[in-house]
């Protein structure tokens, strides 16, 4: 129950997106928002490599040419539908910060890497790219 700990005073913050803020209203009792932009959540299709095998090439060429179309839809009516929510949070009186200083963000979490997870080299190597595909 987030929003009744927010709303009491339990804690004083929660990370979410946008259309959790909207369809929970949170509006009614959180003044601020930041955006981090440090998550995206796309939408994941996930099948089997044997069923992924039994199909013709060109029913999977037809699927990745699919999905890449899907994909592309996906992230637009993604960025659409965020620019409403906030159009709407900031109407209904929340004070949005758009350009937080991110370099202190990454400051008070460089611990993180600290930690033995991060020394694996696969994950050193999946958090490089993850990094470098948000910018």
Not at 50 to 63: D, G, V, Y
Not at 73 to 95: C, I, K, P, T
Not at 105 to 134: G, H, I, W
Request: hydrophobic residues 40%; glycine residues 2%.
């Amino acid at each position: 129950p987030i929003y009744t700990e927010l709303e009491q005073g339990v804690i004083d913050g929660q990370e979410n997106p946008l259309w959790v803020l909207e369809v929970y209203r949170f509006h009614e009792i959180q003044k601020y928002l930041t955006l981090t932009r440090h998550v995206y959540s796309p939408h994941i299709a996930v099948a089997s490599l044997s069923w992924w095998n039994r199909l013709a090439p060109e029913m999977q060429s037809l699927l990745q040419t699919a999905m890449k179309a899907a994909a592309v839809f996906q992230r637009a009516d993604n960025r659409a539908r965020d620019a409403d929510r906030l159009r709407m949070l900031e109407e209904e009186g929340m004070q949005i910060e758009k350009r937080p200083d991110i370099a202190s963000f990454r400051e008070k979490t460089d611990v993180m890497r600290e930690m033995n997870l991060y020394q694996d080299p696969r994950v050193k190597s999946l958090l490089a790219r993850m990094l470098a595909a948000t910018r």
